[in-house]
Nanobody, 124 residues
């Protein structure tokens, strides 16, 4: 069965960096769109970054552009989110998602498989 396991969340100060990892089992990430989403308390889950399953092209939410980078390691069947210049507004539970049809939009409804989430908290 398909499982996604996120790791790398934690508490960081304003301007700090964090690298989130998502390990997939029972599913090959390559060939499908992969993404990172986040949900702050009382808010809707929103797409932060997605990567194409066809050519590796990426999409970033306006709030993430220039600070976050999504990447995929096909050999190890993992997807990463490098987050730099973190702000308090980035505080949320971050979810790894996959199974999106190739080149779909970076929205929650397009993804079939989800991890359990990892908490990211930015102080100040």
């Amino acid at each position: 069965q398909v499982q996604l396991a996120e790791s790398g969340g934690g508490l960081v100060q304003f301007g700090g960096s964090l690298r989130l990892s998502c390990a997939a089992s029972g599913f090959t990430l390559d060939g499908y769109d992969n993404g990172w989403f986040r949900q702050a308390p009382g808010k809707e889950r929103e797409g932060v970054a997605c990567i194409s399953g066809s050519d590796g092209s990426t999409y970033y939410a306006d709030s993430a552009k220039g600070r976050f980078t999504i990447s995929r390691d096909e050999a190890n069947n993992k997807v990463y989110l490098q987050m730099n210049g973190l702000k308090p507004e980035d505080t949320a539970v971050y979810y790894c998602a996959t199974g999106g049809s190739p080149d779909s939009s970076c929205t929650r409804g397009e993804y079939d498989y989800w991890g359990q989430g990892t908490q990211v908290t930015v102080s100040s």
